[in-house]
């Protein structure tokens, strides 16, 4: 199966309101949006910057979402944001928390969709798994959300209001009187990891990270985002220039025989043309390494020779290789590879110089670890055999 095109997206440079009248959603509208907005209401243009870097530390650092209480604005310039603007994030359905801490919130987005935000506590940090998609449009086959068969792109506001939902639910908001980071933060790192191709949502996600970057906004640093991408090769220069985020690539496999069944998007772009790409990114994004995501797959890609030929492959790029046993879901078909086989494996690329990771899955119980992400009410669910079809199984 061939990887199908990008779903298009409208996206408007100045918001409008509804038609029947509604207000403009403050959250995940750009700096330049927003300031658009702001004129169009009202606002006095040269106090439109000033207005905005204050709108946005309520909403994105003190995580106050009632005009009323955002006390530094007059009364009544609070009234005119209150008559023409909403600030409204997705709502959280359902939680659940796993024996090791993890957190998997299921979230309802406009058209009663749902996508799936996992919490990873660790000791050191705190990580935000996010979704870009509602599924993916890709059909890995080892992929939980690969199956999913309804597909629709995320907006920014829906993609910022899952960091937002989740910094509500572990009150991880800086209070006021109290200055940014007098308490560690619980969100400390973003993954786009969670369901959706980032890259075939390109502008959305664009707009939400600038906006999780902004020191006026959630304000984490860039080197605490990392995007994950299954290989959209001609968007990977783009990230570097327009992002600047870490990358993470979704390798998978040594050979175009079997990356071609693993990650369909091979086809399109093979293992040379995203390498080449891969080697342009630490200097156009200015980061220091490329994390190689390789899930371990029992007697497909687990082999001696895979490991050696992925160390050649990779030779000249700053890398990390993070092995993820593979996380099985109802009807896959595919196995973990044994844990002496992923231990064999993951000395050898150690043994070569590289950080090799094996990354211990998160929240099994609750199925919310990598790749188990799918909506459990999402019904268009493929079959048994079209998943295997798919495999070329
Ligand atoms: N679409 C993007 C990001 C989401 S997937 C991408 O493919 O990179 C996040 C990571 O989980 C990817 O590396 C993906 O290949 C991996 N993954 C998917 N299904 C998995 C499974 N069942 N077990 C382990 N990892 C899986
Ligand atoms: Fe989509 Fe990533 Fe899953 Fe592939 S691994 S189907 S690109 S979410």
Known sequence: MSASAPITQDVLTIPRKLPDGGKVNLVGLTRDQLRAALIAAGTPEKQAKMRLNQIWQWIYQKGVRDFAEMTNLSKDYRALLAKNFDVAIPEI??????????RKYLVRIAGGHEVEVVYIPETDRGTLCISSQVGCTLTCSFCHTGTQKLVRNLTAGEIIGQVMLARDDLDDWTRQGEGMGERPRLVSNIVLMGMGEPLYNFDAVRDAMKISMDGEGISLSRRRITLSTSGVVPEIAKTAE??????????????????DKLVPINK????????DALR?????????????????LKD???????ARRLVRLI??????INLIPFNEWPGAPYQRSDWDRIEGFADIIYKAGYASPIRTPRGE????????LKSATERARKSRAEIQKDAGL
Not at 315 to 320: E, F, T, V
Not at 365 to 372: H, K, L, N, P, S
Request: proline share 3%; hydrophobic share 40%; charged share 25%.
């Open 280 to 296: 342009a990114y630490p200097k156009l994004s200015n980061s220091e390494r490329i994390t190689f995501e390789y899930v371990m």
């Open 268 to 275: 399109k772009w093979n293992i040379a043309a995203l390498l």
């Open 93 to 102: 359905v359902s939680k659940n928390v796993s024996a090791d801490g993890t």
């Open 300 to 306: 497909v890609n687990d082999s001696d020779d895979d």
């Open 315 to 320: 030779a000249g790029i700053p890398a990390k």
């Open 242 to 259: 327009e992002i600047g985020c870490m990358l993470a690539v979704s390798f998978h496999a040594t050979t175009d025989e079997v990356r």
């Open 365 to 372: 119980d609750i199925m919310a670890a990598c790749g188990q």
